[in-house]
């Protein structure tokens, strides 16, 4: 019985290590940005990004947002740093004011 309860335990530790893995850090320089606008309870609008132009280790790539199901932010025209993982791409950047550091989830969709 005490196999087995250590068995368990082990399990989620070496489950939540392997989602620590974000891959390869890298930069990512951002070239275009495709945005949209929605509004939240018919008051408020907000402004997120969806598709992105993007040279990452030389190649052009398109990237789409991959935050399910929240919005990925608008990012500007410049380079950030970035984590590379198979087709998945996790792009930091800072938020205005506070400074507090964002990652969100890209997936590389193709190329441009």
């Not at 998945?88 to 989830?105: A, E």
Request: aromatic share 8%.
């Amino acid at each position: 019985m005490k196999t087995l309860t250590v068995a368990l335990i082990m399990l989620p530790l070496s489950v939540l290590s392997v989602a620590r893995d974000k891959g390869t850090a890298t930069k990512v320089e951002i070239r275009e940005v495709q945005e949209y606008t929605g509004v939240t309870g018919g008051v408020s609008t907000f402004t997120g990004a969806y598709r992105m132009k993007a040279v990452l280790n030389g190649e052009k790539v398109l990237l789409e947002c991959w935050n399910r199901p929240q919005n990925c932010t608008y990012l500007g025209t410049q380079v950030y740093d970035g984590s590379v993982r198979g087709s998945d791409i996790w792009i930091t950047s800072q938020v205005p004011v506070t400074h507090k550091q964002k990652q969100d989830h890209w997936r590389i969709i193709g190329s441009w």
